[in-house]
């Protein structure tokens, strides 16, 4: 089971984050929403983006690495 700890604005979220989001093949895609889960076998940030009609989601470790 996946327990949402908490909900990150835009400007709470953490600069490692955001470069991997940058240099990422949807760095140009609006972040509509960050959350943080963790399970018991890891953590992770989900990333909620947006481009045109398109809807995206993205999830990176805390320590930057893309997962999906």
């Known amino acids: 089971a996946t327990t949402?700890?908490?909900?990150?604005?835009?400007?709470?979220?953490?600069p490692i984050l955001m470069e991997t989001f940058r240099h990422s093949n949807f760095g140009k895609y609006r972040i509509d929403d960050i959350h943080?889960?963790?399970?018991?076998?890891?953590?992770?940030?989900y990333f909620d983006l947006e481009q045109g009609n398109s809807e995206v989601h993205l999830s990176i470790d805390p320590?930057?690495?893309?997962?999906?």
């Open 4 to 14: 949402e700890i908490y909900t990150l604005s835009l400007h709470d979220a953490l």
């Open 36 to 45: 943080f889960y963790e399970t018991p076998n890891n953590s992770y940030y």
């Open 63 to 68: 320590t930057g690495n893309i997962l999906q």
